[in-house]
């Protein structure tokens, strides 16, 4: 996935080596800057794609949680926000529920708590 930046790179470094051997430090200087602005932008796309599979992985569990008939109308989802970096809020036509997630050694630990009994669904409608 990541084979050109990686390959634009590493080919960056080595210009870099063989300029400063043949004493060209503009050159060197230049493909040095050039190949430490694509690592930086490789390790920024490598955060960006695994905050997205998280999202989606939580994303799923909500859904798979809190299903239609029960916590919202027929042919509907339930509303979800994501307010802190670990904690979700999700509206339903039950309540407002939230969703903290934990991280451990042994794996991923998911806490719903009920906030409110409000529906949601009929505030917004």
């Known amino acids: 996935m990541y084979r050109k930046e990686f390959i634009c790179s590493v080919i960056g470094f080595l210009f870099a080596i063989i300029g400063s051997i043949l004493n060209m430090n503009i050159f060197s200087g230049g493909v040095l800057f050039i190949s430490l602005l694509g690592v930086i932008y490789i390790y920024k796309k490598k955060l960006k794609g695994e905050s997205i599979i998280a999202d989606r992985v939580v994303k799923a569990r909500i ?13 509907k989802t339930v509303l979800f926000e994501k307010s802190l970096e670990n904690t979700y809020r999700i509206f339903t036509k039950k309540g407002e529920y939230v969703l903290t997630i934990h991280s451990s050694a042994q794996g991923i630990g998911y806490e719903y708590k009920k906030v409110s009994d409000v529906d949601y669904f009929k505030e917004i409608s």
């Open 63 to 75: 859904y798979e949680k809190f299903y239609s008939p029960i916590y919202a109308p027929e042919g």
